[in-house]
């Protein structure tokens, strides 16, 4: 274990040192995020762009990182981007967030619905329980058998039928009694204590087509022949208990991304990567600034002679 020591260090030296990681999260180095052209060009590389106003990396909308290939603008930027799915003008990628775009955020909605559909005619016994939009998606949890990415692949490609036969998606209005008589009939035990949930009446359902239905509040899309199917995609699979709560069952929870146009989730994608590679823990680790031990303490961080100099 490195001990926190102070080392005598040139000024040439501490620059060269620390200029990987001058752009690292605020949320990590509460400091201005001012910085250097040497230590753009090393942390973006030689041909990006981030974008930059008085020497000042710009972090735009909800994004912890800008790169010349996506940017997370607010509703008033992507109009003047010239609509939506299009470019801002300097050859990046318009990335609207659910804030932002209303519809985006019924497409998520109606994505969340439609993948709940496919698992549940691939699985006829899965148990549908929770399931809505999200920051950078959608999800929806099961009570089913373990899944795979091999599964996630089969339950895409059955949503991609759902999307593309136009389903009407509709709401209805029914009373508590109405719609727990229905939930029964269906042996939806989740969908029980979800309905207990409810406190507002009348109880609002959600059908797609006349095959499928849930409790839902919407907003959505008014049919899934409106989502581009080649702008969504299922991300991971995950285990996460009912109600968060480790006594109650584990269920299988899927994540998705789904956007307005095709080119959105490819950015998307590449603007992960990019926050991945720039990530401070694995920056931290790369450069020897500082190391976490589980031992002392989940997130304790112990800082090297390196780290020392930039937390200072």
């Known amino acids: ?19 990987p990681i001058l752009t690292l999260s605020s949320t990590f180095f509460p400091k201005p995020r001012f910085t250097q052209t040497l230590a753009l060009r090393h942390l973006f590389g030689a041909d990006r762009k981030p974008i930059i106003r008085n020497e000042r990396v710009r972090f735009c909308g909800s994004a912890a990182v800008a790169t010349s290939d996506a940017v997370v603008v607010r509703e008033e930027e992507e109009e003047r981007g010239g609509g939506e799915g299009k470019g801002d003008g300097e050859g990046r990628v318009v990335l609207p967030t659910n804030e932002s775009s209303e519809t985006l955020l019924r497409i998520r909605h109606a994505c969340a619905h439609g993948m709940a559909v496919a698992v549940q005619k691939l699985y006829p ?6 399931g809505s939009w999200i920051e950078s998606g959608f999800f929806y949890d099961f009570d089913m058998e373990p899944l795979t990415d091999k599964d996630l692949k089969r339950i895409k490609k059955e949503m991609d039928r759902i999307i593309g036969r136009n389903l009407q998606l509709t709401r209805e209005e029914v009373s508590r009694e109405e719609a727990q008589k229905r939930i029964l009939a269906l042996n939806e035990p989740y969908k029980v204590e979800i309905l207990e949930s409810i406190k507002k009446e009348p109880i609002t359902i959600y059908h797609i087509g006349d095959e499928w239905w849930d409790l839902c509040a ?86 090297h002679p390196k780290g020392a100099i930039v937390r200072t």
Not at 1 to 19: C, D, E, G, N, Q
Not at 125 to 130: H, N, P, S
């Open 1 to 19: 274990m490195k001990l926190f020591v102070l080392h005598p260090i040139s000024t040439a030296a501490a620059t060269a040192t620390l200029s």
């Open 125 to 130: 016994d899965a148990e549908v329980t929770i």
């Open 218 to 303: 919407g907003p959505h899309v008014e049919s899934t022949g409106t989502i581009n199917r080649k702008a969504v995609e299922l991300e991971s699979v995950t285990g996460a208990y009912w109600r968060g709560d480790e006594k109650r069952p584990m269920l299988q929870r899927i994540y998705g991304t789904a956007w307005k146009s095709e080119e959105q989730p490819k950015a998307y994608l590449h603007f992960k990567e990019e926050a991945m590679r720039r990530d401070h823990r694995r920056l931290g680790q790369d450069h020897d600034l500082f190391s976490i031990q589980d031992e002392a303490g989940g997130g304790v961080v112990f800082w």
